[in-house]
């Protein structure tokens, strides 16, 4: 099956690269920090359940321990932030990278090196398209062999976690700038649903940043049209 799939899509399929040794430091410091936060997120929850029962039972030992766990989790946190800051320091292109992303409004220091970390530093994606197709922001043709059927929908196996940082930031981006409000409300006001408005500022926002890398320039704020 997998053959069969290699040989249909062959004229489409193109060579990848393995990742450099910076990007793999930059992903599993990443990884690790996901981890830590579901920790962190967990203990939070417990001592919820905690406080539920504190009438019938004296869990405030309990209570000071996970505390203590999350404030040893925060430190962790701050350690792994510093390293990745050393390793983005430690590579030209990565810093150029990072601080050209960071340039345009909203994009914070998470999403940005999650940028870099999966398009390898901009080398594996040559368009905002192909990347928000990743992201399961653009939709695709449903296509067998040559015959195309059905309409356009995004990836079901999509990156999901950097649809839900562009997500947050987009939400974000609509309360506190002017343009991209004025967007929102003019498209909302056309009938437009609120997830396909949300998704076209994803795209919108994709095309932004690949635009930045390509010029090699920071961002100029223009209107969000």
């Known amino acids: 099956m997998l053959m069969m799939y290699i040989y249909l899509k062959r004229e489409v399929i193109e060579e990848s690269s393995f990742p450099s040794l910076y990007i793999l ?78 340039s345009i409004p909203g994009v914070g220091p998470v999403l940005a090196v999650n940028l870099l970390i999966t398009t390898r530093n901009f080398t594996c994606f040559d368009s905002g398209r192909k990347y928000a197709a990743f992201c399961g922001v653009a939709p695709f043709a449903h296509s067998s062999g040559t015959s195309i059927k059905g309409r356009t929908r995004t990836s079901p196996i999509c990156n999901r976690y950097i649809k839900a940082l562009l997500t947050s930031c987009v939400t974000s981006l609509i309360s506190h700038d002017a343009g991209i409000k004025l967007y929102y409300e003019r498209k909302t006001e056309e009938g437009k649903k609120h997830f396909v408005i949300i998704n076209n500022i994803r795209a919108k926002l994709i095309n932004r940043i690949f635009a930045v890398i390509k010029r090699g320039q920071p961002y100029v704020q223009l209107n969000f049209n």
Do not use: P
Not at 78 to 95: G, N
């Open 25 to 102: 430091k930059l992903r599993n410091l990443f990884t690790y920090r996901k981890r830590l936060l579901k920790m962190k997120t967990a203990q939070q929850q417990y001592i919820k359940l905690l406080l539920q029962t504190t009438e019938l039972i004296d869990s405030s030992s309990l209570i000071d321990l996970c505390k203590e766990q999350i404030e040893i989790i925060k430190a962790q946190i701050r350690t792994i932030e510093k390293q990745v800051d050393e390793v983005i320091m430690a590579k030209e292109s990565l810093q150029k990278n990072n601080d050209l992303i960071l």
